[in-house]
């Protein structure tokens, strides 16, 4: 009973630095502080795996996010310098109709989630997956394992690799 | 074991992410701020396929391999999309997107 009380509280905790952070990083001003506040919403996701019991998705997505790409912003942002975003009015119409589409967006989907109702799982389970299957379903060749996706993966990160390489080095 | 937390709670969640980053994506002008908001958007599909794999189908690993398989292609696609800033930043001096008139010099 303490426990759920706790797990509760753990996840409304989680949520709502999900939904502060997110909705921060997109409305203010200085984009190193947006950069600041997108890394609060991952660390809050890899929060929400771990909540989930998938600690290996949470230790992936804390390495290749908050390790990688969020240094790439980092460092992105500190080489434009761009920290003056240019002065444009609060309350254009633009972003009057962009917060309305949000919104509805949001409302609409609240709505469809809240009402739809979802197909009944006879064994749910809350269980942590063992590393060993996680290893054998990634290296494997049968159905529903990923070694082709995995190795098209690899050639993705080398070609982009490359192509990060050719596209930003000085041209002398 | 029974669940705590019910799936709709996550999803709303996720939600408000997804039009968080929406609402950016349309407003921002800067390239790096729009990229920060595709992020969002990126991430919180992750959050939809880890939870629908955890709650709808508990024996399968599908949601959560596409999860990890996502999340190394935004990886990539964050990596060129910042060299392409850099090299827009080193021709016009500027990464607003009013700017971007033409992408060659």
Redesign the interface.
Known sequence: MQDAILLKFVFYFLAAVIAVFSVMAVTTRRILRAATYLLFVLFATAGLYFFLNYSFLGAVQLMVYAGGVIILYIFSILLTSTDKESKSPMFSLRRWLALLASIGGICLVSFLLLTNVWPTVYEPSTAEVPMKLIGKTLMGTEKGQFLLPFEVMSVLLLACMVGGILIARKRG | ?????P???????S??????????F?????L??V???V??VL?ST??NF??FN?????????G??F???S??????????A??????I??NIK???V?NLKNLKD
């Open positions: 074991m029974e669940h705590i937390i799936m709709e709670y996550y999803l709303v969640v939600s408000i992410m997804f039009f968080a980053g929406i609402y950016g349309i407003t921002r002008k800067n790096i701020a990229l920060i908001s992020e969002l991430t992750d959050i880890a939870v955890r709650f709808l189908f508990p024996q399968h690993l599908e959560m391999f999860t990890l398989f999340i190394g292609v935004s990886a990539a696609e964050t990596a060129v910042i060299a392409i800033i850099i090299n930043y080193r500027s990464t607003e009013r």
